[in-house]
Structures are given as C-alpha cells and as structure tokens.
C-alpha cells in the first residue's frame, strides 16, 4: 500500500523524494526490494535513486545533508512500525521519536505512519498519532484490520490452537516419602504451585506434545502447499537448541536463527526460498520479516505481552495463493494468551 501511494504521488507530480524508516535491517531491506519494484526505480540513496531507506538507529547517523533533503525537496516519509518512535510530547520522546518531531514532522511533504500495533508498553504517546482530548485514544486516520485482510484475499485467517491438559499431575520427591497434586489445567497448575510458565516451556514431554502439532499440522498443509514452513518461537538460545534436538529426533529439517546466529539476515534470506520445513528463532522472526511461506507457528516464547504475540502471529498471516487462506498458531493454554 505504502509502495503504490508512493507511485501515485510520483506520478502526480506532487512529490520529489520517497524516504522509509524501518525498525530493523530485515524490514530496511524489504521495503527497498517492494519500493523498488513498485515505483521501477532504485531506493538505495545513491546518484539517480528516488530516495532511501534506513533503521530507526540509523537516522542518528545522519549527516546535515541527508536532513536538508526534507527543506529542498518534497519529501514522501513513510515509517513503518512506528509505535517504537516515542515523541507526541518532546518532553517525553525517545530518541527516534525526537528525530522525527526535529527533523521530519514539520518538514515533509506528506508523512505516512504505519503500526500493526498502534501502542507502547510504556503508554507513551506515538511519533506523528494524534490523541483526543481527554481521553488520550488514538485518532487513527485510516484502519485497515485482519479482517477487511482476510476479505480481501492478503492475508490468512488465522487457527489458533490452545494446548492444555486437564490431569496435570505435580510429584514431589521427598528424601522418604513422594506426594502428588492433580490440577485440572495448566492454568490451575501455574496459578497452585511453584511451577513456572517457562518450566513448561522447557518440558520436555509438553514441548514434545506441541510438536507434534505442529509437525501434523505441516504436513496437512504441505499436502496442498509444498514449500509451506513452520516457525517456532524460542524463549532462549538454550531453549532454541533443546527444540532443535527435539524437531530432529522426529527426522525434521530446520534452521535455527538467534542474535547469535552469524549471518542471520543470510540464514533468514535462504530460508526464505528454500525446501527446509522449519525455522527455529529467538528474537530475530517477529515484526516486519518477511517469509510468506510460514504457515505453521509453534509459540514458545516466555514472553506473554499482547503486543509480541500478535507480531509473531502476523508472521504466518501473509497470503500468496489460493489455496493458502489459512494460517495455525499452537500455543500453551496460559491465561494471558488466551
């Protein structure tokens, strides 16, 4: 969307520039690969490109010369996520958020903001968002959801899987003696004893189970869809590789991809057009990557906020043929993702 309005404006003469900010390298590089395609012109930055693409971190970096474009052109700025941009109030904007508000806000031409989730944690205005007064609510000016997606043949509808078990058992072994408690959720379970949410994460027979659904679930889909693949969601680098060990005890490929993971943006990229059924990750497969081919996510992450649970899920949303219109997410039946 971003890509063809950016067109249109070209077209009607009422820009000069196009200029995109990102939040991460990944997105920086799909961005410049569909703008470019799009507009049939370069966005690399360089003699007799029509603009360029950045990271948020990266706008610190800029010369005087790169902001001067914004006072003697007519700039199109587009920002992709920007709820990581803090700065309704100067007072209270992070640093990416001060850059816009000083360097951008008042300068472009026409600015496009856009955000899957349109919210901080920390409940600190967004960079460009408009709120009512005094409510504080967000004015959004146009809203495009998973729903009018799934209409419109873009995006999956997606199944969302809750695993729980209604006999939990819990054994204490005394030094003597053993003593067992029964629960009838996993949800009971965390909420009546010692045991962690990330506990069952690393459960070896839990994380088995949640597999297993997964694997089944792939194969149903590779059935219509050959290349389609799986995401699983680590919480740790220790965890990734109990799941790797697990996934090849079952005679799976798979690719593991963490902020350890030398090339990882390499390691993303192959996956992207290769035959492997999984990919294994922890930190790097969440907003804005790109791999249409997912379908299948097993979410193992500790991490329960709203907000990284729907950018994960949009990871398997993205449709790219008729008979992709589903997307299946297996998860732990914790209260908090319910």
Not at 201 to 230: F, S, T, W, Y
Not at 293 to 319: D, K
């Amino acid at each position: 969307m971003a890509a063809e309005l950016a067109r249109s404006l070209l077209q009607q003469g009422k820009i000069d520039l196009v200029l995109c900010f990102a939040p991460s390298c990944q997105v920086v590089d799909g961005f410049r690969t569909t703008f470019s395609q799009v507009l049939g012109q370069r966005l690399d930055g360089l003699i007799g490109a029509v603009g360029d693409v950045c990271t948020y971190q990266g706008m610190e970096h800029r010369t005087e010369a790169f902001w001067k474009l914004f006072d003697e052109y007519r700039v199109f700025a587009v920002f992709d996520e920007i709820h990581h941009c803090a700065g309704h109030d100067p007072l209270l904007s992070n640093a990416w958020g001060q850059q816009i508000l000083q360097r951008v806000q008042d300068q472009a031409a026409f600015t496009l903001a856009l955000s899957g989730t349109p919210w901080r944690s920390d409940d600190r205005g967004i960079a460009l968002a408009r709120y009512s007064n005094p409510e504080g609510r967000l004015i959004c000016d146009y809203r495009y959801g998973l729903r009018e997606a799934v209409a419109d043949g873009v995006c999956r509808s997606p199944r969302i899987v809750l695993l729980d078990n209604h006999n939990v058992k819990l054994t204490e072994e005394l030094e003597n003696d053993s003593s067992t408690q029964v629960f009838p959720s996993i949800a009971t379970l965390l909420r009546g004893s010692p045991v962690s949410y990330e506990d069952l994460l690393c459960h070896d027979g839990l994380l088995n189970q949640l597999l297993g659904l997964g694997i089944e679930k792939l194969d149903e889909v590779r059935a219509i869809k050959p290349d389609a693949a799986g995401l699983v969601v680590a919480t740790n680098i220790e965890h990734a590789r109990q799941v790797a060990l697990a996934l090849a005890a079952r005679g799976e490929s798979y690719r593991v991809v963490t902020n350890k993971t030398a090339d990882a943006q390499q390691v993303i990229n192959e996956f992207k057009s290769s035959s492997c059924r999984w990919i294994v990750a922890v930190g790097m497969i969440s907003e804005g990557t790109d791999i249409p081919r997912l379908q299948v996510c097993c979410y193992l992450s500790r991490i329960r906020t709203e907000l990284h649970y729907r950018q994960v899920l949009g990871r398997v949303l993205r449709r790219t043929g008729s008979t992709d219109n589903l997307a299946w997410l297996f998860v732990l039946a914790e209260p908090t993702l319910e």
